[in-house]
């Protein structure tokens, strides 16, 4: 709420481009943090949520019981009329031609449309639509000048550029019912509904512009007698009239030379010393709102928005005025002393007493109190102002204000207050946002990981948990390098990350629930769909699923001797079964020396095709030197077999060579070597 008039009426605008600055949503979302230490953006009184266009709003209208506000965005070029029900539209009719205004006549139950054109006698039109018949009844031929024959489209059924036209109408429903039709012409014709003839013309006797040659009506009211009318021209003069003369009583200028738009007669059925106990009438152009003394003429306040006024309404009884401008923000104002504030805003008298120190003391609101409006304040109890050392201030200035069991102070005197008293508060406020992340930090490491408690697809939850985990801890690390400071994140990255924002909405979203509780919905990890999408992953083995252990090198070895021995024991014709285990070529140390093995030296064990020798001596030395190879003078190699090392490259035609290969016996009492690194030696 923001004082926008320092006059000795204030005028607060309550919504408005004056009052915020209107920020696009996408905008107002990414700032949303920053905003919150704005101080206008965060003491803003958002009077109607969403009321709102996205380009221009043309005209706004209160209901007689102050409960409902309607308003039309931008016009669209249509010759149509919609009837509208609380559940959308009722019904649509055509118009003949184009309408400048919209009345309803309660007593006759019909529909008042002024239009623009003339017929075919060269008369201006009112349309008539009676709402209890369902049809167009006879309209009201008025006066309006004729066609414009000179420019394009003169003679046709909309007529010329420069055709005239009735441009509004008034009823005078708290008395006589008289209908009053302003037209292009600068003249007022009044008609009775009764007898359906015309009653009287009113000549403004307005002089002719210089530029536009004729000054229209653009605006008419009556007041609530039924004897006063306001005409309002094209040039920006208001005229005051009594019916019972032709001469105007009041002639006003509104300052601008735009046309008249609204005139309204102010007078509220409530009324107190600190409010206006005088009627006042209200004139608006489309640059300024003025509210002045119909006795006089002499101003009493005025408003001018930053943007276009295209209407103005008077909540009824009220000091609210609703305003359809251009801009997408509708604007609304409150004078309280016009009236108090409406039903549905009662809140906004609290604010306003709060504001002035009596509310009914018509002195209240004058010039000299005007600067100690509470745009911005603090609430300070007597304990913390002597902690600010502004004890001393108490009864010597309007800076402090007692109020309950306090007082309110200044926001800009608060802040210089707190930072004399403190001046290294700035640095603690941030050392101390830097401990509390590096707390939560410490605790998230000593916290582990998250688990995730469901009935199925337990792994999925929890590799989705532990993705989370890890996207807070990179950004608590950007936090804590760049400070401390979250808004310097924010802007840095712009949005969230998409993995944390992922994970929450998939474990919390009802439309997921089934995948984490029925086991319909499983994931089968042994699929052959599975492995193809994820080769890298390992399936969970359950106890029914779990491979069989295998037998390593020493063991093999060791079931060998045994098959061996006893094999040398029992007869030829017996045979013990022998364990096949595939060799892996690895023994492991670990396994070594849990099998009860001894470190020993290591030995070597030839195959050979003599009879075997149990006698023979088994020591590494002498095997070497009975196998030791002697060469002849030829030069070539004899002995028991000949092994070649010389690798070929087989093509798909060449004929396969065998090579004898010598006969290999085992012996009985000699173990294998196999899975010995002294393989084949």
């Given at each position: 709420m923001?004082l926008?008039n320092?006059?000795?009426?204030?005028?607060?605008t309550?919504a408005?481009s004056?009052t915020?600055?209107?920020?696009p949503e996408?905008l107002a979302?990414k700032r949303k943090?920053?905003l919150?230490?704005?101080?206008?953006?965060?003491?803003?009184?958002?009077l109607?949520?969403d009321f709102?266009?996205?380009?221009?709003s043309q005209?706004?209208?209160v209901s007689?019981?102050g409960d409902?506000?309607?308003?039309?965005?931008a016009?669209?070029?249509?010759?149509?009329?919609?009837?509208h029900t609380p559940s959308?539209c009722?019904?649509?009719?055509r118009l003949?031609r184009y309408?400048?205004d919209?009345k309803?006549?309660?007593?006759?139950?019909?529909?008042?449309?002024?239009?623009?054109?003339?017929n075919?006698a060269g008369n201006?039109?009112?349309?008539?639509?009676?709402?209890?018949l369902g049809r167009?009844?006879?309209?009201y031929?008025?006066d309006?000048g004729?066609?414009?024959?000179?420019?394009a489209?003169g003679g046709?059924?909309?007529?010329?550029?420069g055709?005239?036209?009735?441009n509004?109408?008034?009823?005078?429903e708290e008395?006589?019912n008289?209908l009053?039709?302003?037209?292009?012409?600068?003249?007022?014709e009044?008609w009775d509904?009764?007898?359906?003839?015309?009653?009287?013309?009113?000549?403004t006797?307005a002089?002719?512009?210089?530029?536009d040659?004729?000054?229209e009506?653009?605006?008419?009211?009556?007041?609530?007698s039924g004897?006063?009318l306001?005409?309002?021209?094209s040039?920006g003069?208001?005229h005051?009239?009594?019916?019972?003369s032709p001469r105007?009583?009041?002639k006003?200028?509104?300052g601008y030379g735009?046309?008249i738009?609204t005139l309204?007669?102010?007078r509220?059925?409530?009324?107190?010393r600190a409010?206006a106990?005088?009627?006042?009438?209200l004139?608006a152009?489309?640059?300024i709102?003025?509210?002045?003394d119909p006795?006089?003429?002499?101003?009493w306040t005025?408003?001018e928005p930053a943007?276009?006024i295209?209407?103005?309404a008077?909540?009824k009884d009220?000091?609210?005025?609703?305003?359809?401008?251009?801009?997408?923000q509708?604007?609304?104002f409150?004078?309280?002393?016009?009236?108090?504030?409406?039903?549905w805003?009662s809140f906004?008298?609290n604010l306003?007493?709060e504001?002035?120190e009596?509310?009914?003391d018509?002195n209240?609101?004058?010039s000299?109190?005007?600067?100690?409006?509470?745009d911005?304040y603090?609430f300070l109890t007597l304990?913390?102002?002597?902690?600010?050392n502004?004890s001393?201030?108490?009864?010597?200035?309007s800076?402090?204000?007692p109020?309950?069991h306090?007082?309110?102070?200044?926001?800009?005197l608060?802040e210089?207050a707190?930072?004399?008293?403190?001046?290294?508060?700035?640095e603690?406020?941030?050392?101390?946002?830097i401990?509390?992340?590096?707390?939560?930090?410490?605790e998230?490491?000593i916290?582990?990981n998250k688990?995730?408690?469901?009935?199925v697809?337990?792994r999925?939850?929890?590799?989705?948990?532990e993705r989370?985990?890890?996207?807070?801890?990179r950004?608590?690390?950007?936090v804590?390098?760049?400070?401390?400071?979250?808004?310097v994140v924010?802007?840095?990255?712009?949005?969230p990350?998409?993995a944390q924002?992922e994970?929450k909405s998939l474990?919390?979203d009802?439309?997921?629930?089934?995948?984490?509780e029925?086991?319909?919905?499983?994931i089968?990890?042994?699929?052959r769909?599975f492995?193809?999408?994820?080769?890298s992953t390992?399936?969970?083995?359950?106890?029914d699923?779990?491979?069989?252990r295998k037998?390593?090198?020493?063991?093999?070895e060791?079931v060998?001797d045994?098959s061996?021995?006893d094999s040398?024991?029992s007869?030829?014709?017996e045979?013990?079964p022998?364990?096949k285990a595939?060799d892996?070529?690895?023994?492991s140390?670990?396994?070594?020396k849990k099998?009860g093995?001894?470190?020993?030296?290591?030995?070597?064990?030839?195959?050979?095709s003599?009879p075997p020798?149990?006698?023979q001596?088994?020591?590494?030395g002498?095997r070497?030197?009975?196998?030791q190879?002697?060469?002849p003078?030829?030069?070539?190699?004899?002995?028991?077999?000949?092994m070649?090392?010389?690798?070929?490259?087989?093509?798909?035609g060449?004929s396969?060579v065998?090579k004898p290969k010598?006969?290999r016996?085992?012996?009985e009492?000699r173990?294998?070597?196999?899975?010995?690194v002294f393989?084949?030696?």
């Amino acid at each position: 709420m923001k004082l926008s008039n320092h006059s000795a009426v204030p005028v607060y605008t309550i919504a408005g481009s004056s009052t915020a600055r209107p920020l696009p949503e996408w905008l107002a979302r990414k700032r949303k943090r920053s905003l919150k230490n704005d101080a206008e953006y965060a003491n803003r009184v958002e009077l109607l949520q969403d009321f709102e266009f996205e380009e221009a709003s043309q005209c706004v209208r209160v209901s007689e019981d102050g409960d409902w506000v309607m308003s039309t965005g931008a016009p669209v070029l249509d010759r149509s009329l919609e009837l509208h029900t609380p559940s959308g539209c009722h019904y649509t009719t055509r118009l003949p031609r184009y309408g400048r205004d919209l009345k309803y006549d309660r007593r006759a139950a019909e529909i008042i449309v002024p239009a623009v054109g003339v017929n075919e006698a060269g008369n201006g039109e009112v349309f008539r639509l009676n709402l209890e018949l369902g049809r167009y009844m006879k309209a009201y031929e008025v006066d309006v000048g004729g066609d414009d024959l000179t420019t394009a489209g003169g003679g046709a059924l909309q007529g010329g550029i420069g055709t005239g036209a009735v441009n509004t109408a008034a009823i005078a429903e708290e008395s006589h019912n008289l209908l009053a039709f302003g037209t292009s012409s600068g003249t007022v014709e009044f008609w009775d509904q009764r007898s359906r003839r015309n009653a009287a013309i009113l000549h403004t006797g307005a002089q002719e512009d210089l530029l536009d040659g004729r000054q229209e009506i653009t605006a008419l009211e009556f007041d609530h007698s039924g004897l006063g009318l306001a005409a309002g021209s094209s040039t920006g003069l208001i005229h005051l009239y009594d019916l019972r003369s032709p001469r105007p009583l009041l002639k006003k200028d509104q300052g601008y030379g735009y046309p008249i738009q609204t005139l309204i007669y102010l007078r509220s059925n409530t009324s107190s010393r600190a409010q206006a106990s005088e009627p006042k009438i209200l004139s608006a152009d489309k640059r300024i709102i003025k509210i002045w003394d119909p006795q006089d003429g002499s101003p009493w306040t005025s408003v001018e928005p930053a943007v276009d006024i295209n209407c103005v309404a008077w909540c009824k009884d009220s000091g609210m005025l609703l305003t359809a401008n251009e801009g997408r923000q509708q604007h609304s104002f409150f004078i309280p002393q016009l009236g108090p504030a409406p039903r549905w805003c009662s809140f906004l008298d609290n604010l306003v007493e709060e504001m002035a120190e009596d509310p009914n003391d018509p002195n209240a609101f004058t010039s000299q109190n005007v600067g100690q409006v509470y745009d911005n304040y603090k609430f300070l109890t007597l304990q913390q102002l002597e902690s600010l050392n502004l004890s001393h201030l108490i009864g010597t200035t309007s800076l402090l204000r007692p109020y309950m069991h306090g007082y309110f102070v200044a926001q800009r005197l608060y802040e210089e207050a707190k930072l004399i008293a403190n001046p290294f508060v700035w640095e603690e406020e941030r050392n101390k946002r830097i401990k509390d992340k590096i707390d939560s930090e410490r605790e998230s490491r000593i916290r582990g990981n998250k688990r995730a408690t469901v009935k199925v697809n337990k792994r999925l939850a929890e590799k989705m948990l532990e993705r989370q985990e890890k996207a807070e801890r990179r950004r608590a690390k950007r936090v804590l390098e760049k400070g401390g400071d979250d808004e310097v994140v924010d802007h840095q990255e712009g949005d969230p990350q998409p993995a944390q924002t992922e994970s929450k909405s998939l474990l919390a979203d009802a439309r997921f629930a089934r995948l984490f509780e029925d086991e319909d919905f499983a994931i089968d990890e042994t699929s052959r769909e599975f492995k193809m999408i994820n080769p890298s992953t390992k399936p969970t083995a359950t106890d029914d699923t779990r491979p069989e252990r295998k037998l390593t090198a020493v063991e093999e070895e060791v079931v060998d001797d045994q098959s061996d021995s006893d094999s040398s024991e029992s007869s030829a014709s017996e045979k013990a079964p022998e364990v096949k285990a595939k060799d892996n070529g690895r023994v492991s140390s670990m396994s070594y020396k849990k099998s009860g093995h001894q470190r020993q030296q290591p030995q070597m064990h030839v195959s050979s095709s003599k009879p075997p020798n149990r006698t023979q001596d088994r020591s590494f030395g002498h095997r070497a030197a009975a196998n030791q190879v002697t060469k002849p003078s030829n030069g070539m190699m004899v002995g028991e077999r000949e092994m070649t090392f010389a690798p070929q490259r087989r093509g798909k035609g060449a004929s396969k060579v065998e090579k004898p290969k010598p006969e290999r016996r085992r012996t009985e009492g000699r173990r294998s070597a196999s899975g010995n690194v002294f393989r084949n030696m």
